[in-house]
């Protein structure tokens, strides 16, 4: 691809913002394109999730922007994260807009809490086989999954808290994440309460008030903005057989993420790279489970192994594959994964908190349990 995220922003991050939504949106948005050097007058296209409530022409109108060529929102919840990039990457590469800006903004845990059943949910064709059983929130979809991923694995409750406990090692020493100076122990993570079984508190992310912001505009136009760019070597959607949202309970196989599989295969086609060449993984991590099965759909892994390969000591920041330095959802913030992709760039920039060295390539994943989205970011 030709173009690249030139600019990045983002509120505080907080549990109760005292802001709109929209204000939420228009200071994340306004924070990344000074980042890039850039002025709304720049900007003709916009892109979001269709779960934001902020209207792309009320963002427009908030700061200032006179007109867009280009507007377009993305379904599925987090799944939509890195799909924003690649239609902002689309729009650029297609002469539908010069500057595009994706943002995602919401008062997640004083507003409108997504963890919590929803009843108008119950409605939704793929909720309504889920829904009378008593798996009305997504944690305990996730559970389902993870208990059968753990009899046909052997893998433990262990295994899934040293997901956490590395993404809370690495947000304890970001002074933007929410639990900064917060690291926890793999003891403490078995000790925290149960939400829904195999699933601790601490296997389930955070809830977030808070908004993050990304500029995307052509790599030709990024060669004279300030800061360095992240090229997008290549972005993908995927959706896999028999999809359902978060309930895909109705394939062959219970144990894995086949929608994560297609992103895999396109993001490695497309950037002409492989799970070897990648330098820091940024993992989509709302609950610990979907990490592991994440690691052996993108090839790090083989089937059943990936509790072995998180055992090694291959996350951590010396390790073969530095899992999100920046600390994740579990540990920095709650941001349906737009700040994840944000911690990419810092990565390829080199100015992380937790930079890693020698950074070439960075895989940014989103959702998982339903239709997803990844990028390949690098140098240019």
């Known amino acids: 691809m030709s173009a690249a995220i030139v600019g990045i922003g983002a509120t505080d991050f907080s549990k109760d913002s005292g802001r709109s939504e ?33 209207a792309e022409i009320a963002v427009a109108r908030e700061l200032g922007i006179p007109e867009l060529t280009f507007f377009s929102r993305v379904h599925y919840g987090g799944g939509a994260a890195c799909a924003t990039v690649q239609q902002a990457a689309m729009a650029v590469e297609t002469g539908a807009a010069k500057v595009v800006v994706c943002y995602r903004a919401f008062n997640e845990r004083s507003g409108h809490r ?46 899934f808290g040293r997901i956490a406990v590395i993404d809370r090692k690495h947000a304890a020493t970001n002074p933007h994440a929410w639990f900064h100076n917060r690291p926890i122990t793999l003891e403490e993570h078995q000790a925290s309460r149960w939400i829904a079984e195999p699933l601790h508190l601490l296997d389930c992310c955070q809830e977030t008030d808070g908004g993050v912001a990304l500029v995307v505009t052509s790599a030709e136009r990024a060669r004279d903005l300030p800061n360095k760019p992240a090229h997008i070597k290549a972005a ?68 059943g192994e990936a509790k072995d390969f998180v055992a090694s000591g291959a996350l951590e920041l010396d390790g073969m594959l530095p899992l999100n330095p920046h600390g994740g959802q579990l540990g920095e913030a ?27 390539h960075v895989l940014v994943t989103a959702g998982t349990g339903v239709p997803t989205s990844g990028l390949v970011l690098g140098q240019g």
């Open 22 to 54: 929209l204000q939420l949106a228009a200071e994340a948005v306004r924070a990344a394109l000074s980042d890039a050097g850039l002025q709304p007058s720049d900007v003709d296209g916009l892109v979001s999730f269709t779960m934001d409530t902020n």
């Open 236 to 303: 993908t959607q995927g959706s896999g057989i028999d999809q359902f949202t978060m309930t895909s309970y109705y394939r062959d196989d219970l144990t894995r993420l086949p929608e994560m599989g297609v992103v895999a295969r396109g993001l490695w086609e497309k950037s002409g790279i492989g799970p070897s060449d990648v330098d820091v993984a940024v993992l989509y991590d709302h609950f610990t489970p979907f990490v592991l099965v994440q690691l052996e759909e993108l090839g790090f892994c083989g089937r």
């Open 334 to 360: 709650y941001l349906h994964g737009m700040n994840g992709i944000a911690e990419g760039v810092r990565q390829v920039r080199g100015t992380a908190v937790n930079q890693v060295g020698g950074v070439e």
């Open 114 to 159: 997504f963890g919590q059943v929803q009843t108008a949910a119950a409605a939704n064709i793929d909720n309504s086989w889920s829904y009378p059983m008593g798996l009305g929130t997504p944690a305990a979809m996730v559970a389902m999954f993870a208990r059968r991923y753990m009899h046909e694995y052997g893998a433990t409750s262990e295994d």
